[in-house]
Each structure stands twice: as C-alpha cells, then as structure tokens.
C-alpha cells in the first residue's frame, strides 16, 4: 500500500484529513515525540490533539506492519512459483491480517495432516475426480484403481476417505469461505458457557448456564469468562448455525446433478466440523477478548489520567501513616515541601491497643510541626487506624485538622524499590512507605510516577492483560499528563524527569546527577550542559521544564525558547515587559489582544500565538490546581451506621465497565451500578464521573455479611 492510500485510509479512521495525516507522520518519523507535536506544532498538524496524533501514530504502526506482513508472503508464494497478478493483487487489497492470512493459507508449510498423508498415498488425482463432479459412472469403482496396500490403502473405503480429507483441506484453506464463515459467526454466532461442574460453588456461578450473542458481548463477561475458563470452572464455545452455513458451502463447492456431490458434501461438512469451525471460533473468541483488551485498557488508561491529575494539596504538613496491626502504624511527618521532619511508629490497633500511648505521640507532632492533614493508607488495619484519627482530632480541638484515606496501591512497590532506597537509605520498607502516602496526598503526580503504572489499582481485569500491551498505553497516559502538567526541573525526581518529551531514564539521571553537582539550574539554556543531553533532546522537552528561579520569566512557562522571540514582541504590543510577567496590570492588558490579529501583525501562527498570550497571562500555572481537591474528615462511619436511604459524600475510586466504586468513609467501597449513575441514558459510567470526583450518593442496600454496599447517585444533589 503506498504511502497516499495509508494517509487516506487512517485519515478515515481517525477522522481526520490526509494532509494531517501525511504531516503528524513526517513530524513522527523525525523523531518528534507526540506531547512535542501537540503542543509545539499545532500549525503543521491542524491542531491536532494528542489523542489524535497518537491514534495516527497506532495505525500508522499497525498499517506498515501490515504492509510488511504483505511483501513477506508475496515473497513467500512467489519463491513457490504460485504467485499470479490476480492472488497479489488481492493480497495488497487487504485491510486485515486476518485478510491476508487467509491467502496465504493454501501456500503455507503445513505439518503433518490427514491431507497431506492422502496426497503421500497417491489419492490427489482421486480427490481431482471427485471434484471434476462427473455426472455419471462409480465413485467406488473409480477409488479401485488407487488401492496400494503398501501404503496403507487396502479398500475403496479408505481411498475415498483419503480423497475426501484433501477435499476437505482445499474447502478449508478457500480464503472467501472462511471469510465468509468468520463475519457470519461474528453476526449470528453466539457465546455459550456452562458450568464444569455445577456443584462447585465460585464467584462465576451466574455464567454456569449464559447465552449471550458474539456481537452483544460486554467486554467485561468476556475478560471474566475467559478468567472462569482459564481456572476450570467454566466451559466456553462459540455456536452458530451449521446448517446456513453449510447451504453457503455447498453452494460455492458442490456442483449438481452428479455422482460425487454427496461424497463432495460430507467432506464439506467435514470440512467445517473438523477445520474451519474450531478454527474461526479461535478467531471469533481472540477478536473478542482483543475489543475486550482494547476496553479494559481504556478503561485503566482514562482512570489513570484522572488519578495522576488529581488536585495536589499545597501549603499543608502531612502526617502519613502506613496502617498495620501487630507491627504498628509507622507514621512520617513531611513539610510543605514534601521534604521528611521526622519519622517513628505507634500501637493503637489491636493486638497492642496502647491508644493513649499514641494519642501523646500525636498530640506531640501536631504541636511540634503544626500538622494540618492525617494521610492514612488504605491497607490493613486502615479503618482501625481511621477511628484512632478521628477520635485524635475530636479531642485535640483544633479546626482545620483533618484526616483522609489515601490509596496506597503500589506504595509497597515503591517502598521495595531501588529508588526508594536510594531516596531514602535509613528508613525500612514500612517507613518509606508512610513518607510516600504523605507525599501523595501532597502532589500524586509526583509520587505516583515513581511506581509502574499497572499498580496503582485503578483498572478493571488489569491482571488478565497482555502486559506488554498494558505498559505501554500506560506509560504512555503518564507521559501525557506529566508533560500537559510540566515539572520543576530544579526539584523533579529522575522518574518524573525521565517522562518528560524526548528525555529517557539515563538522561533524566544525568540532569539530576549534574544538578547535585553542580546546584540548580538558573536558566533553561544551561540543560544543554547536561551530558548525552543533545540539540533533538534540548528541543523536546525544554519547553516541558519550568524554573521559577531563573531571571528570565519565560523560563517559568510552557512556552518554548524558540517563540521567546515572538513572546517579547506580543508583550511589546502592549507596552509591557518580561519584568511584569504575573502582573495583574499586564494580565489585564493581555486579555484584550485578539489573538488572530496578533498573528497575522507578528507573522505567526494563530495556535502559537494563542498558547503564549495564555503562558503570558498565567506563569507557572498547574492546570490541576483548577480541579476540585479531596475531600477531608474529621469523624468516621461503620458499616453498622449505614441505613437505606442515608445520604453522603464520597470520593470516587474506580470506574469500571458495569459503575463505579465510591469510597464514603467505611470499610468498604461502596459500588454505584450504571444503572444508578445517571436520571439520563448513559452508555459508559466515565460519561458522568472520574476517578477523584467527589460525589453525592444515597444508600440503596447494606450486606454486611457480605461487606457490599449498594448506593445511588439518581436523585442527589449531584
């Protein structure tokens, strides 16, 4: 496929025109990174988002795979002497590997097969007679004459066997009827699933007897039969009906009147039992669990921008406590800063329960450093620990003390690692985890990205993902947000440093290494000292990296040294200066340029001119300050205290295919069903909420034995 068919092909695809298409590609393939692109080549892509651009960047990927799997069997069948115009051509017209798979199958090195052993016994020429559909004569006597005992054919019978399962073989390897038969089972084929054994109990006991259509399967029962099949509990098939499907066989290879169309059909019947069924119920079963992938992927991707972006909590002093029973709640105290004051451990959870032991530690912590937020992990002993919290602030009396459940999903990850250790050489695996739930509630995006994105706990069937396939669109989230939200480049970790545009991890350790060395950076400019650091990387990521020290304001924004030029004359426009950069007085002079004329006065282009006006009116801006922040407690419920019809605030947690999981201050999240989400039709729950957002619900139903709650969000004040 040439180089215009794939730009007009994906532009279908993604909605987008060719000219974008074949430009976002050219950008790509100089090595530009897609956050680079998105921000910094608006007038060369049409704008387009990064969704965009990476949805090009996919399918351009999948495409000249494609392509290159189509030269290789090409070349395959051509070193065969089989290749004609007609069968190439049709190979380049494929839009699916499958497509071409199909082609190349009757030319494939096959192993040893039933056909393969008939043809060795001398039985092709029979299964050419049969296939000839002769209108008259004896099938049986015709096999006679291939009879060999030395090779195993002693009767008639046998040789007409033979001829059949070579006929059966060609029925299968025809590239239009398997085709046909895989879109057919897609559209009518069912999924049936039934119980291995239905006296075993298991949590898959409502597929012990399920029916659902192929095309109607929810990719969430899909992950989850394919796990119930994976661990014996469930038996899965595809069934569709033989009998349509045979009459379209039939049609294609059965030629009547004549004495050999029934042996012809039973070997297409054969045929489709034997080889084309169980393998397109393959096929059917892999697309399946491929759009359930795709789902579940997207799902856990969406997830996890909204907790990386989640508001952080600035000006406060945190004190992190990591949750534990017998070993006791280690707590650490950070600062402002995120920077460690202090560390230790209390007992107030069984089996010690030396309470008063810890509400004298605390006492003395909250006086000492001034804590404003209690951040406790989620983890064992979480809620215990909770109710010790809440009865601290109840008698410590002072008002703007408050606690918060912070997910530590991953946090033990981190705490193991060599990171963390090198972050933190004296503390044990217990207390740097505690620092780390104090510095989430701080800045998550900072902290979260020192952990492998598939552990934060944030997705739906995320263990049944090829992991390949989940770090990567993940990794690639993380990279989108931390770039959309910039970093300091004087405090950044390597980990954060190392998602930034352009930058890998052995870079970002060199910046870090040759800051320690060196001191901070003053000026952007002074990144190009940074050994294995070059011209391509400087240009990535330096419009990425902030400096609220350096002389130069711009250094502080999201603009890029290659427009500096062209900021200073938009601020000579208005009379202004970098020295007033932040200044309500040039904030306001700003807001009335009109960002097309400025353009086409400075020779710019409308998009850049725009995204520096908004630099300009707003340094060191952090786009998720505007979002709404967590929500705070000062007391605690039980599962005991709840009732139906109770109504609460809650964080939201996890949002998965089937609703989502709120956390409202019990032991356990409560679960609102799509059902429940919405007074209006909606087809996903992430079309009405995110994880992080704080929403209204009502108790519908309390399982304590079970420890469920059942809420709603129809009717509450969202």
């Given at each position: 496929?040439?180089?215009?068919?794939?730009?007009?092909?994906?532009?279908?695809?993604?909605?987008?025109?060719?000219?974008?298409?074949?430009?976002?590609?050219?950008?790509?393939?100089?090595?530009?990174?897609?956050?680079?692109?998105?921000?910094?080549?608006?007038?060369?892509?049409?704008?387009?988002?990064?969704?965009?651009?990476?949805?090009?960047?996919?399918?351009?990927?999948?495409?000249?795979?494609?392509?290159?799997?189509?030269?290789?069997?090409?070349?395959?069948?051509?070193?065969?002497?089989?290749?004609?115009?007609?069968?190439?051509?049709?190979?380049?017209?494929?839009?699916?590997?499958?497509?071409?798979?199909?082609?190349?199958?009757?030319?494939?090195?096959?192993?040893?097969?039933?056909?393969?052993?008939?043809?060795?016994?001398?039985?092709?020429?029979?299964?050419?007679?049969?296939?000839?559909?002769?209108?008259?004569?004896?099938?049986?006597?015709?096999?006679?004459?291939?009879?060999?005992?030395?090779?195993?054919?002693?009767?008639?019978?046998?040789?007409?066997?033979?001829?059949?399962?070579?006929?059966?073989?060609?029925?299968?390897?025809?590239?239009?009827?398997?085709?046909?038969?895989?879109?057919?089972?897609?559209?009518?084929?069912?999924?049936?699933?039934?119980?291995?054994?239905?006296?075993?109990?298991?949590?898959?006991?409502?597929?012990?007897?399920?029916?659902?259509?192929?095309?109607?399967?929810?990719?969430?029962?899909?992950?989850?039969?394919?796990?119930?099949?994976?661990?014996?509990?469930?038996?899965?098939?595809?069934?569709?009906?033989?009998?349509?499907?045979?009459?379209?066989?039939?049609?294609?290879?059965?030629?009547?009147?004549?004495?050999?169309?029934?042996?012809?059909?039973?070997?297409?019947?054969?045929?489709?039992?034997?080889?084309?069924?169980?393998?397109?119920?393959?096929?059917?079963?892999?697309?399946?669990?491929?759009?359930?992938?795709?789902?579940?992927?997207?799902?856990?991707?969406?997830?996890?921008?909204?907790?990386?972006?989640?508001?952080?909590?600035?000006?406060?002093?945190?004190?992190?406590?990591?949750?534990?029973?017998?070993?006791?709640?280690?707590?650490?105290?950070?600062?402002?800063?995120?920077?460690?004051?202090?560390?230790?451990?209390?007992?107030?959870?069984?089996?010690?329960?030396?309470?008063e032991e810890a509400l004298r530690e605390f006492t003395r912590?909250?006086?000492?450093?001034?804590?404003?937020?209690?951040?406790?992990?989620?983890?064992?002993?979480?809620?215990?620990?909770?109710?010790?919290?809440?009865?601290?602030?109840?008698?410590?009396?002072?008002?703007?003390?408050?606690?918060?459940?912070?997910?530590?999903?991953?946090?033990?990850?981190?705490?193991?690692?060599?990171?963390?250790?090198?972050?933190?050489?004296?503390?044990?695996?217990?207390?740097?985890?505690?620092?780390?739930i104090a510095r989430r509630l701080q800045d998550p995006l900072?902290?979260?990205?020192?952990?492998?994105?598939?552990?934060?706990?944030?997705?739906?069937?995320?263990?049944?993902?090829?992991?390949?396939?989940?770090?990567?669109?993940?990794?690639?989230?993380?990279?989108?947000?931390?770039?959309?939200?910039?970093?300091?480049?004087?405090?950044?970790?390597?980990?954060?440093?190392?998602?930034?545009?352009?930058?890998?991890?052995?870079?970002?350790?060199?910046?870090?290494?040759?800051?320690?060395?060196?001191?901070?950076?003053?000026?952007?400019?002074?990144?190009?000292?940074?050994?294995?650091?070059?011209?391509?990387?400087?240009?990535?990521?330096?419009?990425?990296?902030?400096?609220?020290?350096?002389?130069?304001?711009?250094?502080?924004?999201?603009?890029?040294?290659?427009?500096?030029?062209?900021?200073?004359?938009?601020?000579?426009?208005?009379?202004?200066?970098?020295?007033?950069?932040?200044?309500?007085?040039?904030?306001?002079?700003?807001?009335?340029?009109?960002?097309?004329?400025?353009?086409?006065?400075?020779?710019?282009?409308?998009?850049?001119?725009?995204?520096?006006?908004?630099?300009?009116?707003?340094?060191?801006?952090?786009?998720?300050?505007?979002?709404?922040?967590?929500?705070?407690?000062?007391?605690?419920?039980?599962?005991e205290d709840l009732s139906p019809g109770m109504e609460l605030?809650?964080?939201?947690?996890?949002?998965?295919?089937?609703?989502?999981?709120?956390?409202?201050?019990?032991?356990?999240?409560?679960?609102?069903?799509?059902?429940?989400?919405?007074?209006?039709?909606?087809?996903?729950?992430?079309?009405?909420?995110?994880?992080?957002?704080?929403?209204?619900?009502?108790?519908?139903?309390?399982?304590?034995?079970?420890?469920?709650?059942?809420?709603?969000?129809?009717?509450?004040?969202?």
């Open positions: 496929m040439e180089d215009r068919q794939l730009f007009h092909l994906i532009a279908g695809e993604a909605g987008v025109t060719p000219g974008q298409v074949d430009k976002t590609a050219a950008l790509l393939d100089d090595g530009n990174t897609v956050p680079f692109i998105a921000r910094y080549r608006k007038e060369v892509t049409g704008e387009l988002d990064e969704v965009k651009i990476r949805l090009v960047e996919e399918r351009l990927k999948f495409y000249r795979g494609l392509n290159a799997r189509k030269e290789e069997v090409i070349r395959l069948i051509g070193e065969q002497g089989k290749l004609t115009e007609e069968l190439k051509e049709r190979i380049l017209k494929a839009t699916r590997v499958t497509g071409v798979e199909d082609l190349y199958r009757p030319y494939r090195q096959k192993r040893k097969t039933r056909a393969s052993v008939a043809r060795e016994k001398g039985l092709d020429p029979l299964a050419r007679y049969l296939l000839a559909f002769p209108p008259s004569g004896d099938p049986a006597g015709e096999a006679q004459e291939y009879l060999d005992p030395e090779k195993g054919v002693g009767t008639a019978e046998e040789a007409l066997q033979g001829a059949m399962d070579i006929v059966a073989e060609e029925i299968s390897d025809d590239p239009d009827v398997r085709g046909w038969v895989r879109e057919y089972t897609n559209k009518n084929g069912t999924v049936a699933v039934t119980a291995r054994d239905r006296k075993t109990s298991s949590v898959y006991e409502m597929y012990y007897d399920y029916r659902e259509p192929v095309k109607q399967a929810a990719p969430h029962r899909v992950l989850a039969i394919n796990r119930g099949e994976r661990e014996e509990f469930l038996r899965v098939s595809i069934e569709a009906d033989e009998e349509i499907i045979m009459g379209h066989i039939a049609r294609k290879w059965v030629k009547t009147p004549s004495v050999t169309s029934e042996i012809v059909l039973a070997a297409a019947r054969d045929s489709y039992r034997r080889l084309i069924a169980p393998a397109v119920e393959r096929d059917v079963r892999g697309g399946l669990t491929e759009k359930a992938e795709e789902q579940a992927v997207a799902v856990f991707s969406k997830n996890l921008r909204q907790l990386l972006l989640q508001s952080p909590v600035k000006g406060k002093v945190v004190l992190g406590v990591d949750p534990a029973y017998r070993t006791g709640c280690k707590w650490a105290v950070v600062d402002d800063t995120g920077r460690l004051l202090e560390i230790g451990v209390v007992y107030p959870t069984p089996p010690q329960n030396r309470v912590l909250a006086g000492k450093y001034g804590i404003n937020v209690i951040a406790i992990g989620n983890g064992t002993a979480s809620r215990e620990t909770e109710q010790f919290a809440a009865s601290f602030i109840s008698g410590y009396g002072k008002k703007d003390l408050r606690y918060i459940i912070v997910s530590e999903a991953g946090a033990s990850v981190y705490s193991a690692s060599e990171l963390a250790a090198r972050e933190f050489p004296d503390l044990d695996v217990s207390g740097r985890s505690a620092v780390s900072a902290e979260l990205v020192k952990i492998e994105p598939r552990a934060v706990g944030v997705g739906q069937y995320q263990h049944d993902l090829a992991p390949k396939r989940l770090e990567e669109s993940l990794a690639a989230v993380v990279e989108s947000v931390v770039n959309y939200v910039g970093c300091d480049l004087n405090t950044a970790s390597a980990p954060l440093l190392a998602y930034i545009s352009g930058i890998n991890s052995a870079v970002a350790e060199n910046i870090v290494r040759y800051r320690e060395e060196t001191g901070r950076f003053k000026d952007r400019r002074h990144l190009k000292k940074v050994p294995r650091l070059g011209p391509k990387t400087f240009e990535q990521c330096v419009g990425f990296l902030r400096i609220p020290e350096s002389g130069n304001p711009l250094d502080h924004t999201s603009i890029h040294p290659e427009s500096y030029g062209l900021a200073e004359k938009l601020l000579g426009m208005v009379d202004g200066s970098l020295e007033r950069v932040g200044t309500p007085e040039l904030r306001r002079k700003l807001e009335e340029v009109e960002p097309g004329e400025a353009a086409a006065r400075l020779g710019a282009g409308v998009p850049t001119v725009r995204d520096i006006l908004d630099s300009l009116k707003r340094p060191g801006r952090d786009p998720r300050e505007d979002l709404p922040g967590p929500l705070f407690r000062s007391d605690v419920l039980s599962l605030k809650g964080t939201v947690r996890n949002v998965v295919d089937f609703g989502a999981f709120v956390d409202i201050g019990v032991k356990v999240d409560g679960l609102v069903h799509l059902s429940q989400i919405s007074d209006r039709y909606i087809k996903h729950p992430m079309d009405v909420v995110s994880v992080g957002d704080v929403v209204d619900v009502r108790v519908l139903e309390v399982d304590t034995r079970r420890k469920r709650v059942s809420l709603s969000m129809k009717g509450v004040g969202n």
